[in-house]
């Protein structure tokens, strides 16, 4: 492949030399986006408006490449109207004056980092770049500049936010806090990642993405995480995973000095007051007695809910009814959502909770060590490559430059042994 390579580079490069030297030969229309140059002693860099070049000989290059370390001589032109040197083959390429490497390096460099570990990707896939090169890849990377466009609230059932340790520099311990939402068909949609950062500075910076949300209700989904109990407020209705509720009412109960052969009843008892399920079917056309029910259900639930609650403080459970306490404002959100609009929400955090093991699971091999920089980036990217990927195609199609202006058909093959 890099024979190829060398060779395409090479007829390209007289291709381009050609049209802007016999410029009488070929028409702007036929030299249009090549011999774009700096203009000579231009503090200001403005671009020169003369196209015509003298051949002024070859100079050597070497790019890294997918295929590995490639080669190969670029024409170096004079500007017959400025007198500036330069090589259209690299401007035509869009490669930067002092680029050692060529995009699609990078972005198969960073699609093996999130697929494997550093020694593998350097051992496995015969990638010529050391420890050292693939760290400044992921670190330099731009992508925490991108992805940030304006996310409608029409468009999601809800949004979940959690938090994981991550091993970092010197064995410290990291917090990666990951922000989703949940479409309306139930994909995974990143809202962001972010390594050592407060709550309240991940809010702000979720509010300026999410829009709509005075017309459109959608509820914020946890599962206890401190700081998190009014996170979007007044953007959203919080509401507490209904799985992690009973299990926290154990510990709460434990702290009491409950054994677990003495709360389960209570426990159960609450997984039976928080499971209520809603009829299928469009909200619209439902009749109100197919609605009754779920409201009849509903009030009973949160009437068993206080109930409880004040057994707990007659029996001295006060962990237990403190937890309780809190709970039951944020236990029946998307019930109440479902009977006021027909918005069916999610209830419970277990997508979230997929989305995290898929994320350690690739952190905690690759990224010991790291700075909150390169984790942050590198969550971004496991999130984005594997639940956006639509999106992740189209960044490195823009990235790369591909305009489909040409096409290389290859027409025979020889194999020489």
């Not at 198969?108 to 990707?121: K, P």
């Not at 609650?309 to 001295?316: D, N, P, V």
């Amino acid at each position: 492949m890099l024979g190829i390579l060398k060779e395409i580079l090479a007829v390209y490069d007289d291709l381009i030399s050609e049209r802007l030297v016999e410029t009488k030969i070929y028409p702007s229309k036929m030299r249009k986006g090549l011999g774009r140059h700096i203009h000579k002693d231009d503090t200001a860099e403005h671009f020169c408006r003369g196209r015509k070049i003298y051949r002024r000989g070859y100079r050597n290059r070497t790019i890294k490449t997918v295929f590995g370390s490639l080669a190969f001589r670029v024409r170096v032109a004079e500007c017959l109207t400025c007198g500036s040197r330069y090589s259209p083959l690299l401007n035509a390429l869009q490669v930067e004056g002092y680029s050692r490497k060529e995009v699609n390096f990078e972005k198969d460099v960073i699609e093996a980092v999130i697929d494997t570990n550093y020694r593998r990707l350097i051992e496995g896939r015969s990638i010529d770049i050391s420890l050292g090169g693939v760290h400044n890849i992921v670190v330099g990377s731009d992508i925490d500049k991108t992805f940030q466009e304006d996310v409608s609230v029409q468009d999601l059932s809800g949004i979940m936010a959690d938090g994981t340790g991550v091993k970092q520099h010197k064995g410290s311990k990291g917090e990666l806090r990951t922000v989703v939402g949940i479409s309306q068909q139930g994909r995974v949609v990143p809202l962001g990642s972010f390594v050592n950062t407060s709550w309240p500075e991940i809010e702000n910076v979720v509010k300026a993405r999410i829009k709509g949300t005075a017309d459109h209700p959608i509820p914020f989904v946890y599962d206890g995480e401190p700081g998190l109990d009014d996170f979007l407020s007044g953007a959203a209705e919080v509401q507490r995973c209904t799985w992690h509720a009973p299990r926290g009412l154990y510990h709460a109960l434990w702290e009491d000095g409950l054994k677990k052969k003495e709360s389960q009843p209570q426990i159960d008892k609450v997984k039976q007051l928080v499971g209520i399920e809603l009829p299928a079917g469009d909200f619209e056309i439902l009749k109100e007695e197919d609605k009754e029910p779920v409201r009849t259900r509903y009030e009973k639930s949160k009437k068993e809910v206080q109930e409880l609650i004040s057994t707990f403080y007659e029996k001295g459970y006060q962990k237990g009814a403190s937890y309780l306490e809190n709970l039951s404002k944020r236990l029946f959100t998307n019930i109440e959502l479902w009977l006021s609009t027909g918005i069916i929400a999610p209830k419970t955090t277990s997508l979230l909770e997929r989305v995290f093991r898929e994320i350690g699971r690739r952190l905690k091999r690759i990224a010991w060590g790291w700075s909150d920089a390169a984790v942050t980036n590198l969550s971004k990217m496991i999130l984005i490559k594997q639940y956006a990927k639509d999106k992740w195609e189209q960044f490195w199609k823009e990235k790369l430059g591909i305009k489909g202006y040409f096409n290389i058909q290859i027409q025979t093959v020889e194999i020489n042994l």
